[in-house]
């Protein structure tokens, strides 16, 4: 299990929960952030930061939200696992669902 990110991330990216994670397993998209499932360790850290209250542990998802554990995963699809998400950078991309939505 991992913690996930989800829609009400979407338009806003606040990061608070970037500078709390203690393995940079949080990677920002062009519209939302996502949590890669490889390099979770499940600590929480995040969750309580969030100030829109848009991530959960995969297990508390609400019906509403429980495509973004697909979302969050289907990210990392050719990204992989890059053990870092201050490396990598930010990206200019986002999952096709994650895309598709109306601007907020």
Same mark, same amino acid.
């Given at each position: 299990?991992?913690?996930?990110?989800?829609?009400?991330?979407?338009?806003?990216?606040?990061?608070? =929960?970037?500078?709390? @994670?203690?393995?940079? =397993?949080?990677?920002?998209?062009?519209?939302?952030?996502?949590?890669?499932?490889?390099? =979770?360790?499940?600590?929480?850290?995040?969750?309580?930061? @969030?100030?829109?209250?848009?991530?959960?542990?995969?297990?508390?998802?609400?019906?509403?939200?429980?495509?973004?554990?697909?979302?969050?995963?289907?990210?990392?699809?050719?990204?992989?696992?890059?053990?870092?998400?201050?490396?990598?950078?930010?990206?200019?991309?986002?999952?096709?669902?994650?895309?598709?939505?109306?601007?907020?």
């Amino acid at each position: 299990m991992t913690y996930v990110i989800a829609a009400p991330c979407v338009d806003v990216k606040d990061k608070a =929960c970037v500078e709390e @994670c203690p393995v940079d =397993c949080i990677y920002e998209g062009a519209r939302t952030l996502y949590i890669n499932p490889d390099e =979770c360790v499940d600590c929480g850290a995040c969750e309580p930061v @969030c100030p829109t209250s848009a991530i959960f542990y995969e297990d508390d998802l609400p019906a509403e939200y429980l495509d973004y554990a697909e979302i969050n995963a289907g990210f990392f699809a050719d990204l992989g696992a890059p053990g870092g998400a201050a490396r990598l950078g930010p990206q200019d991309f986002d999952h096709p669902t994650i895309a598709a939505l109306p601007p907020k």
